[in-house]
T-cell receptor, first 115, second 115 residues
Framework: AQSVAQPEDQVNVAEGNPLTVKCTYS??????LFWYVQYPNRGLQFLLKYITGDNLVKGSYGFEAEFNKSQTSFHLKKPSALVSDSALYFC?????????????FGGGTRLMVKP | EAQVTQNPRYLITVTGKKLTVTCSQNMNHEYMSWYRQDPGLGLRQIYY???????DKGDVPEGYKVSRKEKRNFPLILESPSPNQTSLYFCASSPLSGRRIEKLFFGSGTQLSVL
């Protein structure tokens, strides 16, 4: 079975500081990993994905994520946070051994960037 | 403009009164899916469809029905809604690479309240 965990309900960071939003996963095969962002009263928007290849994936709005197979993690990062980055962030995983095509989402992490 | 359109945006109904939430995408995507979002639980998949006339259960299918008669439309049907189905619902679509989800595009959501 595939699962994903976001251990922090909320992350607070000052504007201009680096930010990290954590995600760990569990799969039996190879992971396909995604990050999505949800702004208030909006649907989720795609940020980036890891399928295979380089462990550092670059995405939209200056975000990047690092795939770490040994730690089964896919943390989202940004070198310098903006107030406008404040939103709800979701990590998602699909197991390559999953015969279906279900994507499992984490519970979400609220990012608060203070001026 | 490429988009996933859900209607209605808000819906208040009473227990047992059948309702349908519509979802339409204009990107010719094979894959479509319904999720519900509840506080602390993140997004949970209700049903998904890999193509016309092909639907599969997600994590929480009980009390819901779907159909995929046309590629662009994927309505969610609640035959006899109950208060525990009060939630924020999202429809999403994605192109497929082989059987792999490439990138989900989400609708703006439907806030359903069942009294």
């Amino acid at each position: 079975a595939q699962s994903v965990a976001q251990p922090e309900d909320q992350v607070n960071v000052a504007e201009g500081n680096p930010l990290t939003v954590k995600c760990t996963y569990s799969v039996s095969g190879n992971p396909y990993l995604f990050w999505y962002v949800q702004y208030p009263n909006r649907g989720l928007q795609f940020l980036l994905k890891y399928i295979t290849g380089d462990n550092l994936v670059k995405g939209s709005y200056g975000f990047e994520a690092e795939f770490n197979k040994s730690q089964t993690s896919f943390h989202l990062k940004k070198p310098s946070a903006l107030v406008s980055d404040s939103a709800l962030y979701f990590c998602a995983v699909r197991d390559s051994n999953n015969a279906g095509n279900m994507l499992t989402f984490g519970g979400g992490t609220r990012l608060m960037v203070k001026p | 403009e490429a988009q996933v359109t859900q209607n209605p945006r808000y819906l208040i109904t009473v227990t047992g009164k059948k309702l349908t939430v519509t979802c339409s995408q204009n990107m010719n995507h094979e894959y479509m899916s319904w999720y519900r979002q509840d506080p602390g639980l993140g997004l949970r998949q209700i049903y998904y469809s890999m193509n016309v006339e092909v639907t599969d259960k997600g994590d929480v299918p009980e009390g819901y029905k779907v159909s995929r008669k046309e590629k662009r439309n994927f309505p969610l049907i609640l035959e006899s809604p109950s208060p525990n189905q009060t939630s924020l619902y999202f429809c999403a679509s994605s192109p497929l690479s082989g059987r792999r989800i490439e990138k989900l595009f989400f609708g703006s959501g439907t806030q359903l309240s069942v009294l």
